[in-house]
């Protein structure tokens, strides 16, 4: 019940911020710098934080917000939380400086360590993909919901693999043990990578390179109510708020268990990038 009563109002604020991004990748209208660790952050993150951070605090006061835009908290004061909020306010940044369209709004609580409710809303498409802890996961274009599970992979299908347009393949194929049977899906933002494979679009995505908590944690719930995992690129399954920094190791989105995931790709050192 706590779940479902918060669901609804995550999504309108998750639609909210999508809508002011929406209208400033319109307009033109926002400024754009590098962060410490080189990452872009433009006004439009920012604006979308602020109205995010605002939604969130009116929603659940005594839920406190970690957000890619706002400063970290040393680990010894959040570290016996029971919950909170983990916000990326505009995950694909750079799809938005590059106007490929390809950003999404990602929203999720976590409790006790484990996403719990995950909401991504991609305003391009005016899409919503979310789920709760058993519950299911869901895609909603205006008022037409439907839930969704990944691809039913089987042996001898080609599989697809979703990737960034920003990556070299050359990267990818390193760590496929059939490269030449796999077919790649060129996509931006990492949440909307991962929600295709939740919704069947591809098989898998593998992720090289700079990422942090508030990339997955909304993702993780919905890929694995879709019946899919996010693992480390040694197979492990990933944490959250375990550490000073919120880096995440290389990792990879799968989808049907049945498949033997290890045979097709080759596990590499999950090294931690982000400071």
Not at 86 to 108: H, K, W
Not at 245 to 264: A, K, Q, Y
């Amino acid at each position: 019940m706590f779940l479902s009563r918060l669901l609804e109002p995550v999504k309108d604020a998750a639609r909210a911020a999508g809508d002011t991004l929406w209208s400033m990748y319109q307009s033109g209208d926002f400024e754009s710098k590098h962060k410490a660790d080189e990452s872009p952050v433009t006004s439009a993150d920012l604006a979308a934080n602020a109205l995010i951070l605002h939604a969130l605090t009116e929603l659940a006061p005594d839920i406190p917000v970690v957000s890619e835009e706002m400063h970290l908290l040393p680990l010894r004061q959040r570290q016996d939380w029971p919950r909170y909020w983990l916000i990326d306010p505009m995950d694909g940044t750079q799809e938005f400086i590059a106007r490929s369209g390809d950003f999404a709004v990602s929203i999720a609580l976590v409790e006790h360590g484990w996403p719990v409710l995950g909401v991504i809303y991609w305003p391009k498409e005016q899409i919503w993909y979310y789920a709760t802890r058993g519950n299911g996961a869901f895609k909603q274009q205006h008022h037409f919901i439907n839930r969704i599970q990944v691809n039913q992979h089987q042996p001898g299908d080609v599989l697809k693999i979703a990737v960034s347009r920003r990556q070299p393949i050359e990267h990818i194929h390193q760590l496929l043990t059939t490269p030449a049977s796999s077919e790649f899906i060129a996509l931006g933002s990492c949440s909307l990578k991962s929600c295709l494979v939740a919704e069947g679009g591809a098989d898998c995505y593998l992720r090289l390179g700079p990422t942090g908590e508030w990339d997955t944690a909304a993702v993780h719930v919905i890929v694995e109510e879709a019946g899919g995992k996010i693992l480390d690129s040694q197979f492990a399954p990933l944490s959250y708020n375990q550490r000073e920094t919120l880096s995440n190791p290389d990792f990879m989105v799968i989808g049907r268990s049945e498949v033997p995931w290890t045979e097709l790709i080759r596990a590499h050192s999950a090294t931690r990038t982000l400071g």
